[in-house]
């Protein structure tokens, strides 16, 4: 099913008599979603709104990420959660994975560029909320809540998001060789001190990449201030750009694509402290992003990790489908009752 208008797609919601899976591109499912019918919001597509004055732009759930960007381009700005990049890929699927890249650690997550929904809830009702509101629901903050939600609480046809101007320039520092362990002290360092840094992540290779971007003679101050804090944990490399960061934002996906048979990725979010005995555990190839927070592994298809208190980890590809650890009870409660407020027939079988 393929609506092409925001009342078709809400006709067909409150006429479904069986589960149906929201998908923009598919390029963002998981193992074990999309298991309903396949509900694509792709017709659902084009930019309603752009101010570059007022960094703000409107599009509808199916407009490709790649438009987007390329009408963010031509006006010298960007999107600042720095969403990884698939063909196929559509804004509203970025939205409902909350999808971010190494940018989080300074400029916070999809969901905090995200400043108004439009969707289409369990029961056929047209709701939005926050930025150009046609219809408010007391109680919930729609906008925060719709981001990362995949499609289980309503099927996106509209977002408004804050943009922000392209970096005149970028550096990024490079220490080769560093142990997990150092690797996250010595990104911790850059974090917590004065450089602005707007990337911290470890390569696969092993090396710790860090980002600087602002103008050109304050990257320079910065980087060499920085360079001369790491010189502790060995010798620093600077170059100007960031393509490493191209690399660390696509590693998921490249991780995916190398996996062979009886492989699996995960995708495991822990405290920075934590990121390091994790690594140690890890049966394959690792990367580190967000300082450490984030960690993307490959390991055989049956591995399943032990997670320290307040990690989380879900199986991306290969093998069944999986996220760990199992919701507590109270929050099981939690979000039983917010699905049940805005899909009560239990139609939405999610997706992203």
């Known amino acids: 099913m393929r609506?092409?208008?925001?009342?078709?797609l809400a006709a067909i919601i409150r006429g479904a008599t069986a589960p149906l899976s929201p998908v923009g591109g598919g390029t963002r499912l998981r193992p074990g979603e999309g298991q309903g019918a396949r509900l694509s919001t792709a017709g659902l597509r084009g930019i309603t709104l752009y101010e570059p004055a007022a960094m703000t732009l409107v599009a509808r759930a199916g407009t490709p990420l790649a438009e987007v960007q390329a009408a963010l381009a031509a006006e010298g700005q960007r999107l600042a959660f720095e969403p990884d990049e698939a063909e196929g890929s559509t804004i509203g699927g970025v939205i409902a994975a909350n999808a971010s890249g190494p940018?989080?650690?300074?400029?916070?997550?999809?969901?905090?560029?995200?400043?108004?929904?439009?969707?289409?809830?369990?029961?056929?009702?047209?709701?939005?909320n926050?930025?150009?509101?046609?219809?408010?629901?007391?109680?919930?903050?729609?906008?925060?809540?719709?981001?990362?939600?995949?499609?289980?609480?309503?099927?996106?046809?509209?977002?408004?998001?804050?943009?922000?101007?392209?970096?005149?320039?970028?550096?990024?520092?490079?220490?080769?060789?560093?142990?997990?362990?150092?690797?996250?002290?010595?990104?911790?360092?850059?974090?917590?001190?004065?450089?602005?840094?707007?990337?911290?992540?470890?390569?696969?290779?092993?090396?710790?990449?860090?980002?600087l971007e602002g103008l050109a003679g304050s990257v320079a101050i910065r980087a060499e201030s920085?360079?001369?804090?790491?010189?502790?944990?060995?010798?620093?490399e600077t170059t100007e750009g960031d393509a490493a960061f191209a690399d660390l934002r696509q590693i998921g996906r490249d991780m995916a694509a190398a996996a062979g048979p009886g492989r699996a990725v995960w995708r495991i979010v822990c405290r920075p402290s934590q990121a390091a005995a994790l690594v140690a555990q890890l049966p394959g190839p690792t990367a580190l992003d967000w300082?450490?927070?984030?960690?993307?592994?490959e390991t055989p298809a049956e591995w399943v990790p032990d997670l320290p208190p307040g990690a989380i980890a879900a199986r991306v590809h290969g093998g069944p489908g999986l996220s760990l650890p199992p919701m507590a009870p109270a929050l099981a409660a939690l979000n039983d009752g917010v699905r049940g407020r805005f899909d009560p027939r239990g139609i939405l079988a999610g997706a992203g």
């Open 3 to 8: 609506p092409e208008t925001e009342a078709e």
């Open 103 to 128: 940018r989080r650690v300074k400029d916070g997550a999809a969901r905090d560029s995200l400043i108004g929904v439009r969707f289409v809830d369990g029961s056929g009702a047209v709701i939005a």
């Open 226 to 236: 920085l360079a001369a804090r790491l010189a502790v944990f060995g010798p620093v």
């Open 291 to 297: 300082g450490g927070a984030l960690i993307w592994a």
């Open 130 to 211: 926050g930025g150009r509101v046609m219809k408010n629901v007391t109680g919930y903050d729609l906008v925060k809540l719709m981001a990362g939600s995949r499609g289980t609480l309503g099927v996106l046809t509209e977002v408004s998001l804050k943009t922000q101007p392209v970096s005149p320039a970028s550096a990024t520092l490079t220490l080769a060789g560093l142990a997990a362990d150092r690797s996250v002290a010595a990104m911790t360092a850059a974090l917590t001190g004065p450089w602005d840094v707007s990337g911290a992540g470890r390569l696969p290779s092993g090396e710790t990449v860090l980002r």
